[in-house]
T-cell receptor
Framework: GAVVSQHPSWVICKSGTSVKIECRSL??????MFWYRQFPKQSLMLMAT?????????EQGVEKDKFLINHASLTLSTLTVTSAHPEDSSFYIC?????????????FGDGTRLSIL | GNSVTQMEGPVTLSEEAFLTINCTYT??????LFWYVQYPGEGLQLLLKATKADDKGSNKGFEATYRKETTSFHLEKGSVQVSDSAVYFC?????????????FGTGTKLQVIP
């Protein structure tokens, strides 16, 4: 079964609203989670690295005030797309690894399809 | 549904050895195929991709050819370096348009020893 749960799986909302996406590790603690974005027919792009208890590390070109990341606990990271516009429409994916075991594989959420009208 | 199967790791090689990481997939139609690399402590990075049958993706000495007849996208490198030590993920996305779910393999850890 899934070990990383991402919610919601699909959201449609009006331009100007803010959307929060949750990423939960279900049976392990994740000190680090990653957020990715995928455009249609393209590869994943790393947006930011989410660290529990500290500020996220954003990749170059990603607006940190636009994409707010909070990693308040060892099992939950959230990505909030603030004042979303149609160009923010995309597929967002999170991933996490069991922080206590270096050789554990990376687990991916099922992704969130975001459509801004 | 779609699926990606990668060879189990870890794979341990000596420097300058030849690398092959097998990847096979199940999907309808003609998906796009990707190899991603994840270095310790970092997020995924795209290594190479191929979007149609017989395409060859290449980058940093790595190559993979989209084989429709064998539904495979094996990753190869002629001479690995210690700096290639990482986890490699094979992935696919449908080419049916829109925002489609990415399907990942389980990842293969590569350890290159001097």
């Amino acid at each position: 079964g899934a070990v990383v749960s991402q919610h919601p799986s699909w959201v449609i909302c009006k331009s100007g609203t803010s959307v929060k996406i949750e990423c939960r590790s279900l049976d392990f603690q994740a000190t680090t989670m990653f957020w990715y974005r995928q455009f249609p027919k393209q590869s994943l792009m790393l947006m930011a690295t989410s660290n529990e208890g500290s500020k996220a590390t954003y990749e170059q070109g990603v607006e940190k005030d636009k994409f707010l990341i909070n990693h308040a606990s060892l099992t939950l990271s959230t990505l909030t797309v603030t004042s979303a516009h149609p160009e923010d429409s995309s597929f967002y994916i999170c991933s996490a690894r069991d922080g206590g075991h270096r050789n554990q594989p990376q687990h991916f959420g099922d992704g969130t399809r975001l459509s801004i009208l | 549904g779609n699926s990606v199967t990668q060879m189990e790791g870890p794979v341990t090689l000596s420097e300058e050895a030849f690398l092959t990481i097998n990847c096979t997939y199940t999907a309808t139609g003609y998906p796009s195929l990707f190899w991603y690399v994840q270095y310790p402590g970092e997020g995924l990075q795209l290594l190479l991709k191929a979007t149609k049958a017989d395409d060859k993706g290449s980058n940093k000495g790595f190559e993979a050819t989209y084989r429709k007849e064998t539904t495979s996208f094996h990753l190869e490198k002629g001479s690995v370096q210690v700096s290639d030590s990482a986890v490699y993920f094979c992935a696919l996305t449908p080419n049916s348009g829109g925002y489609q779910k990415v399907t990942f393999g389980t990842g293969t850890k590569l350890q290159v020893i001097p």
